[in-house]
């Protein structure tokens, strides 16, 4: 059994627009479950710490009901009480949130660590805005020379929030040195190169899990 640390944003605000955001649950829910179905332990880590504001809930959905109750949520860890040392794989999960508060958080020396001894790193939708600081003991960054997908231009501009978000994902990972590949909008697509797996989209979430999970058996 492997043990795999999600990681959440704990920003709550979607810029000026007065509504709320946070990490998308779909995104968590279904790769949580394609993990523990396959009998790897789950752990979450947040920004701040504490329970994380969830974004897109649905409870009719089975998973992600499951995952909203059974996750622990009021007591993720802090970024500074995670010990690397003890998880396989990490998961950026996604949400508007993470654009503010996943660059810069600290979470990316968790990552970096992880990958360095051998471990899986993945991020789905907005989550790749946490490999942006990732940078391995060589000094280079993870997503240099690296093939990976996220929430694209072209997504963001259908959900109207282009002006909204402090960067675009897409344009930001090209910068870092990453090749991103995009699929029609909204639509599946998940990219594996080497440990590092990528999702484009809230669809991709489960195929995310899926790719984690055979990189770990």
């Known amino acids: 059994m492997s043990t ?9 605000k979607l810029g000026e627009t007065g509504k709320s955001t946070g990490f998308y649950v779909s995104e968590a829910a279904h790769p949580w479950r394609v993990l523990t179905d396959a009998g790897h332990r789950v752990e979450s880590v947040s920004v701040r710490g504490g329970r994380p504001p969830l974004d897109g ?5 089975a998973d992600q009901r499951a995952f909203v109750e059974r996750a622990d949520l009021d007591h993720t860890l ?3 009480e995670v010990d690397p040392e003890r998880y396989d794989a990490v998961l950026y999960v996604g949400g508007h949130g993470t654009m503010w508060d996943f ?3 600290g979470l990316a020396a968790i990552s970096g660590a992880v990958y360095d001894r051998g471990g899986v790193v993945a991020a789905v939708c907005h989550g790749p805005a946490g490999l942006l600081d990732v940078t391995l003991s060589d000094g280079t960054h993870l997503l240099r020379d690296k093939d990976v997908t996220g929430f694209t ?22 910068e870092r040195g990453a090749r991103h590949h995009a699929a029609p909008e909204f639509t599946e697509h ?20 899926e790719a984690i999970a055979r990189l770990l058996a």
Do not use: I, K, M
Request: overall charge negative; hydrophobic content about 45%; proline content about 8%.
């Open 4 to 12: 795999v640390l999600f990681a959440l944003t704990s920003h709550e």
């Open 57 to 61: 809930y649905d409870p009719e959905d």
């Open 78 to 80: 802090a970024p500074a």
């Open 103 to 105: 660059p810069g958080s």
């Open 153 to 174: 231009n072209a997504e963001e501009a259908a959900v109207g929030l282009t002006g909204v978000v402090p960067f675009l994902l897409q344009d930001a990972l090209e």
């Open 190 to 209: 998940v990219v594996v190169d080497g440990r590092l797996v990528t999702g484009q989209n809230p669809a991709s979430a489960t195929a995310v899990g």
